[in-house]
């Protein structure tokens, strides 16, 4: 089983080992009781473990591990440098247990993070001593940037685009040949969360170098600024600039409004994931699965289904890993803000994983030129920026083509916008852009992993958008009053999608809700805890995951 934020191992094993290690007690009583706890959720924790690895025998070893555990953590406690050290490790662990090939292949693949890391943390501190000392940034500092950049970017290069460049290139000798010599197609596993820390990671050593941070103190440091765990796998983008006076001065006392607000994130965060996204998606999956035979209603119902699920998913996730932090004392910044709420594509991007958005934007789109060259190289550079951003997501034509029509939206949105041709209505413009956005998760959703392992993505997605625009017929007999099976689509299931339609465009988001931690709000928190977790069963990955 993986390790993942909406399982029973994270919920009722790591976290709480986590917590409890974490933060310092005043009394002795107080660090007896946490110690003692701490050591019993390791103990379970390790038995999860050895499980997990096949080995049941192996916990008969446990009692061995306690003492070592007690005596590392008597020790340790109250040191700034060990907390970091005991956050790095927990990160690790819980990278090495979030893959659903099994721990072995998360401990094969963990050093590739620790490599980017260690190089990463060098390269920051050689470029520093090039400023300090005055020398000119044009030189050395700016060979060790691109040194660095190149490496992070080949690791990417690697382990996520060496597949998809070997079939492109084969697709091309099939048309320009007639079964040419062909391109062997290495089957490489994607390590978890290499977009994201390759891109925190080149985030540090660019910001070194504009000047705008300073490196970290010291390398467990900079390792618990990458490994930490509530953004690895599937964000936000958080930078080290963002953290890193949060890194420096850490919290010895977890506030009672840091706590509850906290739980408020994590908790609201898990109903997302649990319960309404994974109850979109056992009905989008089934639609999907017969994207032959959708009709516009049977299609319409998938994309809006689809756009929803990742919606609240997506959304989910960044409230848990913000709740996360902030149960640990550390603030994120925002990731989500009610993007089917926008107004245009520019809007939209504004909203949507906005710390992506911020990393291409100030990487990418102001290293082009951003918009100082005038109105043609700046159309240029949004394009090439969300074409970019496309690849980014995955290695797969349909991503490029995501984020190619993008890159368009922007383009003509730009344009339109500058000419005059705005929709007089407030409710038009926000109905235009999220029937654009939703028509682009159709090719989104057909980069799904195994459709494209599969090589079915581009068939899946013009299937869907033929459906949708009537090639099998309107199908309003797809309509059904009982549980579907096939194609047929329940009206508890399109009710579902109009309610929370509605819901994502008039209600608050989590930001914008005015927490008060009262009583009657601390109920129907428990409330939805228990829900969530009662909801529990195998867990299931956020759809960020396989980026």
Not at 88 to 109: I, R
Not at 261 to 268: D, M, P, R, S, T
Not at 299 to 311: D, E
Request: charged fraction near 10%; glycine fraction near 8%.
């Amino acid at each position: 089983m993986q390790l993942l934020f909406n399982s029973h191992p994270f919920l009722l094993l790591f976290l709480p080992a986590m917590l409890l290690g974490w933060w310092v007690g005043h009394s002795a009583t107080t660090n007896w009781l946490r110690r003692l706890g701490f050591t019993t959720l390791i103990a379970g924790l390790l038995a999860y473990v050895a499980t997990a690895v096949g080995r049941p025998d192996a916990l008969a070893l446990l009692p061995l591990a306690i003492p070592a555990i007690l005596l590392g953590w008597w020790v340790a406690v109250d040191k700034p440098q060990y907390r970091l050290g005991y956050l790095a490790f927990m990160s690790w662990m819980f990278y090495v247990l979030s893959y659903h090939e099994g721990v072995w292949t998360g401990l094969a693949l963990l050093p590739i993070m620790l490599l980017s890391t260690t190089v990463d943390y060098w390269a920051g501190k050689a470029i520093q001593k090039e400023i300090d000392a005055g020398n000119d940034k044009t030189q050395r500092a700016k060979k060790v940037l691109i040194a660095a950049l190149v490496f992070n970017l080949g690791l990417l290069a690697v382990f996520k685009y060496l597949g998809f460049f070997a079939t492109s290139l084969n697709a091309v000798f099939d048309l320009l040949t007639s079964g040419g010599t062909a391109v062997p197609v290495p089957d490489i596993i994607l390590p978890i969360g290499i977009s994201f820390y390759t891109f925190n990671s080149m985030s540090y050593t660019i910001d070194i170098y504009r000047e705008k941070v300073k490196p970290a103190r010291g390398m467990l440091e900079y390792a618990a600024f990458v490994a930490l765990f509530p953004h690895l796998i599937a964000g936000p983008i958080v930078r080290y600039s963002d953290i890193d006076e949060q890194l420096r001065k850490l919290h010895h006392k977890l506030t009672g409004e840091m706590a509850a607000l906290g739980l408020w994130f994590l908790v609201i965060g898990l109903f997302k994931k649990v319960v309404i996204a994974n109850a979109l998606a056992q009905h989008v999956d089934r639609l999907y699965g017969q994207h032959e035979a959708l009709t516009v209603v049977s299609g319409w119902a998938a994309a809006f289904g689809y756009a929803l699920q990742l919606y609240f998913d997506f959304s989910a996730y960044s409230d848990m890993a913000v709740g996360l932090a902030l149960l640990m004392g550390l603030r994120f910044p925002q990731n989500f803000n009610s993007p089917y709420k926008a107004l245009n594509p520019s809007d939209f991007w504004r909203r949507w994983h906005m710390s992506l958005s911020r990393w291409l934007t100030d990487y990418l789109y102001i290293s082009l030129g951003g918009n100082r060259k005038g109105k043609l190289m700046t159309l240029r550079n949004l394009f090439l920026t969300m074409f970019l951003g496309g690849l980014w997501h995955g290695a797969a034509w349909v991503f490029v083509l995501w984020g190619i029509l993008h890159g368009l939206g922007l383009v003509v949105h730009r344009i339109a916008s500058e000419a005059g041709f705005v929709p007089p209505w407030k409710w038009l413009s926000r109905a235009m852009c999220f029937i654009f956005v939703v028509l682009l998760w159709v090719p989104f959703r057909a980069g799904n992993i195994d459709l494209v392992k599969s090589g079915q993505s581009t068939e899946v997605m013009n299937n869907m958008l033929g459906a949708m625009f009537g090639a099998n017929g309107l199908g309003l007999g797809h309509l059904s009053t009982l549980d579907a099976t096939g194609f047929q689509v329940p009206l508890t299931f399109a009710g579902l999608v109009a309610v929370l339609l509605v819901f994502v465009n008039v209600a608050p988001n989590t930001w914008e809700f005015k927490f008060r931690p009262t009583r009657r709000l601390a109920l129907a928190t428990a409330g939805l805890a228990t829900w969530s977790v009662l909801m529990l069963s195998a867990p299931s990955p956020v759809l960020y995951f396989q980026f």
